[in-house]
T-cell receptor, first 115, second 111 residues
Framework: NAGVMQNPRHLVRRRGQEARLRCSPM?????VYWYRQLPEEGLKFMVY????????ESGMPKERFSAEFPKEGPSILRIQQVVRGDSAAYFC?????????????FGPGTRLTVL | GESVGLHLPTLSVQEGDNSIINCAYS??????FIWYKQESGKGPQFIID?????DKRQGQRVTVLLNKTVKHLSLQIAATQPGDSAVYFC??????????FGAGTTVTVRA
């Protein structure tokens, strides 16, 4: 049973470009969470999605960031017009049910570098 | 601001010794705490959790202690091994799904 998969593992973008990060949850999981980790810091919650619904995006910047979890396919975190401050590791977690923090399984992360 | 934090950013331990990693939290309403281990280049891995109605919980080689009076929790690793070298995070759960992480303690095991 494959775990949470994220791709790409490393992404380099120049300022002003778009970054697209993908997350495939574990089989049977329909709840996805995105976290951001700045260097030397802990993970910060960004957004929680269920299939075709954004449940909580309170941790996501209002501008340039968006997330989706379509009926088919992976969850996508999109960052438009990236800036150097967006450089971070972005982690996705998934869970089989809502509201169970102890069942959030994390993926390996995507490390975004903005030049 | 952050409500979860760790006392020390780094900890160096001799192989075979016990490790103690500390964490302070500020939200007395938090009712669930988790310790994670993050190895270089990987995502956080669940180690052990504890609910606020408990003050101690043991796993394999690990023990978590919760002191609600001073809002402090700790992770004890018995007989530390080289494979225990990693960054350790405590996280609290104020809501059902939204984990709030501290900054992490980097544990280095000396041979």
């Amino acid at each position: 049973n494959a775990g949470v998969m994220q791709n790409p593992r490393h992404l380099v973008r120049r300022r002003g470009q778009e970054a697209r990060l993908r997350c495939s949850p574990m089989k049977g999981h329909s709840h996805v969470y995105w976290y951001r980790q700045l260097p030397e810091e802990g993970l910060k919650f960004m957004v929680y999605l269920q299939k075709e619904n954004i449940i909580d995006e309170s941790g996501m910047p209002k501008e340039r960031f968006s997330a989706e979890f379509p009926k088919e396919g992976p969850s996508i975190l999109r960052i438009q017009q990236v800036v150097r401050g967006d450089s971070a590791a972005y982690f996705c977690a998934s869970s089989p049910q809502a509201g169970l923090a102890d069942e959030q399984f994390f993926g390996p992360g995507t490390r975004l570098t903005v030049l | 601001g952050e409500s979860v934090g760790l006392h020390l950013p780094t900890l160096s331990v001799q192989e075979g010794d016990n490790s103690i990693i500390n964490c302070a939290y500020s939200n007395s309403a938090s009712d669930y705490f988790i310790w994670y281990k993050q190895e270089s280049g990987k995502g956080p891995q669940f180690i052990i959790d504890i609910r606020s109605n408990m003050d101690k919980r043991q796993g394999q080689r690990v023990t978590v202690l919760l002191n609600k009076t001073v809002k402090h929790l700790s992770l004890q690793i018995a007989a530390t091994q080289p494979g225990d070298s990693a960054v350790y995070f405590c996280a609290e759960n104020k809501y059902d799904y939204k984990l709030s992480f501290g900054a992490g303690t980097t544990v280095t095991v000396r041979a």
